[in-house]
């Protein structure tokens, strides 16, 4: 597993150009921990400021226990995520 630390913008950056839908992320934010397979990442725009939105289903099942990070909202609040793609290195992230 490949660790790395990184400022909040880069963790940012980090989050919207590598987690894809169907990869899996741990993420740490404020005093919240949510773990599970994304299904959808979303960058529209929302009252006419870009937005970035990740899907993520919390326990694999349908749509049971699904949440929806806004990722931009809670970016200063974020400690560390593991991103786990479909295909290629699993990647461990803290902030700084």
Known sequence: MKEVELTTQDAV???????????????SYDRIFAE????????????GKPGFKILVSLDESDLGAVIEIDVYEVEEDIIEFIH????GEEVEVTVV
């Not at 950056?13 to 993420?27: C, F, Q």
């Not at 599970?36 to 009252?47: A, K």
């Not at 786990?84 to 295909?87: G, I, N, S, T």
């Open 36 to 47: 599970g397979e994304v299904l959808n990442v979303d960058f529209s725009e929302y009252f």
């Open 13 to 27: 950056n980090y989050l919207k150009e590598n987690v894809k839908m169907h990869d899996r992320i741990e993420i």
């Open 84 to 87: 786990y793609p479909k295909d």
